[in-house]
């Protein structure tokens, strides 16, 4: 198997204030692989994801995505990350689930440009593997909290050049 792995993390060590949380931490993420991330509270499962986005810098290890360094990498905005708690959004927001997933392609493309057909087809794409298609048109205020977390992973997916892959 040749193929370059999604995710590898070698080694990697990370602590707060002198108080270690993930030590030699070690894993491979090729295509097709499913992963669950479990542990206790405090256990440092959201401080890992922080270092796989870049967004906590390992104490020691490497991070790799897609075969590149997480800090070399040039397309990091093909990377997307839904939160556990998206946070209250208010009922009446005027966006539509559409709308919602775009914003996964505009942030992506630059403020002030305009989604191509194949924008709008990668947008319709995410809605249709996470089966919010039906929900299109309906604001985004309107959804239950599960159908909500649904329309953010179709944005999620909505950014990458194939939601497919």
């Known amino acids: 198997m040749n193929e370059v792995p999604y995710i590898q993390l070698e080694d990697v060590n990370f602590s707060y204030d002198k108080n270690p949380v993930l030590e030699g931490v070690s894993f491979t993420v090729r295509k097709g692989d499913y992963i669950g991330i479990i542990g206790p ?48 959004i208010e009922h009446r927001f005027p966006a539509t689930v559409e709308e919602i997933v775009e914003t996964g392609r505009i942030a ?7 989604l191509t057909a194949k924008d709008r087809e990668a947008v319709g794409r995410a809605m249709d593997i996470t089966g919010v298609s039906q929900f299109k048109d309906r604001l ?7 159908e909500m977390q649904k329309v953010f992973i179709a944005r999620a997916l909505g950014r990458s050049k194939d939601p497919c892959a």
């Open 41 to 88: 509270n405090g256990g440092g499962k959201t401080t890992l994801l922080k270092i796989i986005l870049g967004l906590l810098e390992p104490e020691s290890g490497v991070v790799r995505i897609m075969g590149h360094d997480i800090h070399s990498l040039k397309e990091r905005g093909t990377i997307g990350y839904v939160p556990q708690r998206i946070g209250q």
């Open 108 to 114: 992506k493309l630059g403020l002030f440009r305009r």
């Open 140 to 146: 985004i205020g309107d959804l239950s909290g599960g």
